[in-house]
């Protein structure tokens, strides 16, 4: 049984982490437009985290593709590293071991964003979230403390949903598990990126069901 991706998206609530877990021959770019696209087909502002040129790699293969990238131009983007600016870049910051650090910095640079959408649900959408725990996934304490101050806290936080993209063959065992265990929905990608594959929800009918992008 299959949905469309923006049915797939409708049910997923307040602060939910949706984890979007592809391999390197695998096309996320076709999720990524659909979901921006949907996102503004809702009326529901979107903000990038761009870690490591990720955003570029995804508009280049969609250009390659045929698809008009013009509105990538526009996206509000927080890049955390990397020497390719993609979208309206809000400002930069740096990927460290010392997570308050990275929050404190991040936290400056979103601010202004959301204040200025204020109630409206936001859409944040990390792209290249594995690249963010390569230097750390050998260290059980640091990746600890990465989903206990990253991705528990965010889930805490009303008024956006996260959708994070993640190259799953970067990442060893114990990363791997650790996302999927915070995660509130995982979608696996096919080879070619046109159908998801639902790993989990909190919707127990929706497992195992296909997702048309």
């Known amino acids: ?12 609530g307040d602060g939910e982490a949706v984890l979007v877990e592809y391999s390197p021959l695998s096309h996320p770019e076709l999720t990524f437009y659909s979901i921006v696209s949907w996102a503004k087909d809702t009326g529901r502002p979107v903000l990038i985290v761009d870690i490591l040129d990720t955003l570029h790699v995804f508009k280049e293969q969609l250009r390659f593709m045929g698809y008009d990238t013009s509105f990538v131009d526009e996206l509000p983007v927080v890049k ?6 993609e979208g309206r870049i809000l400002g ?49 304490w640091l990746l600890e403390r990465y989903f206990e101050k990253v ?20 990442l060893n065992k114990y990363a791997l598990q650790s996302w999927e265990e915070s995660a509130t929905r995982i979608l696996r990608i ?24």
């Open 92 to 140: 930069r910051t740096k990927v460290v071991e010392d997570l308050d650090i990275h929050l404190v910095s991040y936290g400056r640079i979103v601010k202004p964003f959301f204040d200025e959408v204020g109630d409206r649900e936001v859409v944040v959408i990390v792209l290249g979230a594995s690249k963010f725990l390569i230097p750390i996934q050998e260290n059980p």
């Open 1 to 12: 049984m299959r949905m469309k991706l923006g049915e797939f998206l409708k049910e997923v």
């Open 190 to 213: 096919n080879k070619a990126g046109n159908v998801l594959h639902i790993k989990k929800s909190p919707r127990f009918s929706e497992i195992g069901m296909e997702v048309e992008v």
């Open 151 to 170: 991705v528990r806290a965010a889930m805490a936080k009303k008024g956006r949903i996260s959708i994070l993209f993640a190259n799953v063959d970067l």
């Open 80 to 85: 955390e590293e990397g020497r390719v600016e």
